[in-house]
């Protein structure tokens, strides 16, 4: 089993910045990919950020240019810098991660973590 555990989220005023982490533990295969999903009340989870080794990252539209992640291979951990924050980035955050074992994949995602951007 593998375990996510988010840190870093918080209230904000616009224009600031946060940091969000995500720190994997357990038994990890080997990682295919991690990032970042953000969920609002009635609405599906979509995608922030994600890092699929050794291609570029993937970012929403909606956050290019303020938000970068990045990745540390050797601590198994993900982080999330997001920038210029605007009323709309208020989400809740999910750290997410694919792992492989031969030609079956596994999600894992975290327990997500409150971003609230204040106008």
């Known amino acids: 089993q593998v375990q996510l555990v988010e840190s870093g989220g918080g209230l904000v005023q616009a224009g600031g910045s946060l940091r969000l982490s995500c720190a994997a533990s357990?038994?990890?295969?080997?990682?295919?990919?991690m990032g970042w999903y953000r969920q609002t009340p009635g609405k599906q989870r979509e995608l922030v950020a994600r890092?699929?080794?050794?291609?570029?990252?993937n970012y929403a539209d909606s956050v290019k240019g303020r938000f970068t992640a990045s990745r540390d291979i050797a601590k198994n951990t993900v982080s999330l810098q997001m920038n210029s924050l605007k009323p709309e980035d208020t989400a809740v955050y999910y750290c997410?991660?694919?792992?492989?074992?031969?030609?079956?994949?596994?999600?894992?995602w975290g327990q997500g973590t409150q971003v609230t951007v204040s106008s």
């Open positions: 357990g038994t990890i295969l080997t990682i295919t990919r």
């Open positions: 890092i699929i080794s050794g291609t570029p990252t």
């Open positions: 997410y991660l694919q792992s492989a074992r031969g030609s079956r994949f596994y999600d894992y």
